[in-house]
């Protein structure tokens, strides 16, 4: 029977180099870079710490897999969870608006774990890569808004998306690619409830989704069977996550459409939903000339999205949760022109941010509510101290697709988070990513660091 579901299985079983634009294979290129780089500032992170020695303890000591950080090789279950917890924390990862999902720090860790084991070569780690996010971004965007109030994309779609790029690595048929969506679905977990108490749950979701995946396709191609129709069916992921699925959204364009290209790089180390608001108040500052202290209040008008992730966040207790903090963020723009993580590292409880931060407030916007998710536009009223009120407002905020960032960019991006974590250094770095800018050519997708 022909469902939404086999036919995105069959999509990503079949997808092939070739069948890939060369625009969409530079794009995830940026994106494999731009990941690298998300991976490597998660070096010496204490939730990170956490999940990969509990990896390493449970792992061979050595194996086919890369984990990153470390400098050593575990089996690709294991590596693939300690990198998807390293890319995720810095707040510096890619995200598809529409499906308000992060696709790299899911798809790129159970991609590089399964071809370094099988010895794949780079086109075939893009051609997974794009499999992965195509598959993602649909399963999200037919979730929907619902689905995003309770639940983290990146943690339910997520764990999809991993295992069609893990699938189509092993070469999976049509009907193993599906029961591995199958397997996939069924184990898709991750809640918002962590933001209130500042817990450590969001690398725990990026960890379990790229290896759960991954675990869904290697299972497939043993003969393990999965749900037939997960994401439709009277008992699958719609009917138990979300009131809004849209089916067809599943099967939207497929090979024509290629959503891979239409993800954003994030400028600002925060939360998305802070991001159009931090830039419009960056462009009313700069073009009147203003100093944190003229502003008497700033409001942000926002999507419902913005309210329900980062309404519960009033006090921020560590750099992590300050991240989802509205105020934090503006506070951080306001005084330094970007919320960068040394930013976050030294401001996020001082008292100018805090004084800035009770200053700002979210009011819901119709005009951006309906435009979300697929245009998350910024909106701000700015009220200064001498009683004058200013508006600024960007369509598209910094990395959009839009208003994306340069290879330049996205590499000096790469060597800040680098050296702000000390987890690589500059010449490492530099060689890595000229590596990874080359990956199309490589007859091996091998280590990325410490080869």
């Not at 994309?153 to 991993?162: F, K, S, V």
């Not at 905020?397 to 988070?417: V, Y």
Request: with cysteine; hydrophobic share 45%; charged share 20%.
């Amino acid at each position: 029977m022909t469902t939404p579901t086999a036919t995105l299985a069959a999509f990503a079983a079949d997808l092939q180099f070739d069948d890939i634009p060369a625009p969409v294979i530079r794009k995830t290129e940026d994106l494999l870079v731009d990941w690298f780089g998300s991976v490597v500032a998660g070096h010496g992170s204490r939730p990170v710490a956490s999940i990969t020695r509990f990896a390493l303890a449970n792992g061979p000591d050595q194996g086919p897999s890369e984990v990153i950080n470390e400098r050593r090789t575990s089996s690709p279950y294991l590596a693939a969870m300690a990198n998807a917890a390293a890319s995720h924390v810095a707040e510096q990862d890619d995200v598809h608006n529409g499906s308000v999902f992060h696709p790299a720090t899911v798809v790129f860790p159970a991609a590089l774990a399964m071809a370094q084991q099988i010895g794949a070569s780079g086109r075939d780690l893009l051609t997974a890569a794009v499999a992965g996010y195509e598959v993602g971004i649909r399963v999200g965007e037919y979730l929907g808004r619902p689905h995003y109030r309770i639940f983290h994309t990146t943690g339910t779609a997520g764990t999809l998306a991993a295992a069609a790029a893990a699938g189509r690595l092993l070469r999976l048929d049509a009907g193993q690619m599906q029961h591995a969506l199958g397997s996939a679905g069924t184990t898709a977990a991750g809640l918002w409830e962590f933001l209130r108490t500042a817990a450590d749950s969001k690398q725990l979701h990026t960890a379990h989704a790229a290896g759960a995946g991954l675990m869904a396709a290697c299972l497939a191609q043993d003969g393990f069977t999965g749900a037939a129709q997960i994401l439709e069916g009277p008992q699958g992921m719609a009917a138990g996550m979300t009131t809004g699925a849209d089916a067809a959204r599943l099967t939207d364009r497929l090979g024509t459409r290629w959503a891979t290209a239409e993800t954003s790089f994030k400028y600002h180390a925060s939360c998305r939903h802070t991001h159009p608001a931090a830039d419009a108040l960056l462009q009313v500052m700069q073009a009147h000339g203003l100093k944190p202290d003229d502003l008497a209040e700033v409001i942000t008008h926002v999507h419902q999205g913005a309210i329900d992730v980062l309404g519960p966040v009033v006090n921020p207790a560590t750099v992590h949760q300050s991240k989802f903090s509205m105020g934090t963020v503006l506070a951080l723009v306001a005084q330094f022109g970007h919320a960068g993580l040394s930013e976050f590292d030294a401001h996020f409880v001082s008292a100018a941010t805090q004084a800035f931060r009770d200053k700002v407030r979210m009011v819901l916007d119709d005009e951006v509510d309906a435009a979300y998710p697929v245009r998350w536009i910024g909106k701000v009223t700015v009220k200064c101290v001498d009683g004058r009120v200013l508006h600024g407002r960007v369509d598209e905020p910094k990395g959009d697709p839009g208003n994306t960032l340069s290879r330049e960019e996205i590499t000096a991006k790469a060597m800040r988070l680098a050296a702000y974590s000390g987890g690589a250094g500059e010449a490492e770095m530099a060689v890595a990513i000229q590596r990874l800018w080359a990956i199309a050519e490589a007859p091996r997708a091998g280590a990325l660091l410490g080869a």
